[in-house]
């Protein structure tokens, strides 16, 4: 790939990366923010909860465009990932190239379909920042267990705090490449 070419995904990288660093912070603040409500005995509100939702959802979409962006879904783009990946020294077994939470989030609609035809009971758990295991998980759709610092979806887990370190160290790798000019190696 041609260097100014490779210096520019590199920047796509950076964006990002940074899109998902600052929707990291907003968790941290949603969740101190609720923490704070608790312990004053008041109830957080529907807001707080929001403003969560809202940054799980950003951190996610983020993440997503950094593993699209790595590892391409089209065939003709492959190649552009590899090298992209070798650039920023990014590790095989990356955190990040799973997408399957993201496209919880992304394809929602989808997701509540397969819900509402699956579930026995209807019992519909959703936005919920709670640890939730075992029989009836299937029924709690967006939940982030709070102990874990962990978004689940209908049982499955996805920690978040190897994917913000995954993003942490692309996000300086491509920040130094980028630097360079396009000339340079």
């Known amino acids: 790939m041609d ?4 210096r520019i995904f590199q920047s796509e990288v950076e964006v990002q990366c940074n899109f998902a660093m600052m929707a990291f912070k907003d968790i941290e603040k949603a969740l101190e923010a609720m923490e704070r409500a608790v312990k004053r005995e008041r109830n ?6 929001d403003h969560l939702w809202y940054s799980v959802q950003a951190f996610l979409v983020a993440a997503g465009n950094v593993s699209k962006l790595l590892w391409p879904i089209k065939e003709q783009h492959r190649k552009r990932g590899v090298e992209l990946r070798e650039s920023l020294s990014v590790r095989a077994n990356s955190p990040l190239e799973p997408r399957k939470f993201r496209n919880h989030f992304e394809h929602f609609d989808e997701r509540l379909d397969d819900w509402a035809t699956a579930s ?3 019992n519909f758990v959703d936005c919920n920042i709670v640890s939730i295991a075992g ?3 299937g029924d709690c759709l967006r939940n982030f267990d709070s102990k874990k610092f ?3 979806f209908r049982g499955d887990e996805y920690p978040l705090e190897p994917v913000i370190s995954a993003i942490k160290e692309i996000h300086r790798k491509a920040s130094e490449e980028f630097e360079k000019h396009f000339w340079e190696e």
């Open 3 to 6: 260097k100014m070419v490779l």
């Open 150 to 152: 962990a978004v689940t």
């Open 120 to 122: 026995e009971q209807k």
């Open 44 to 49: 957080f509100m529907k807001e707080d909860m």
């Open 135 to 137: 029989p009836g998980s």
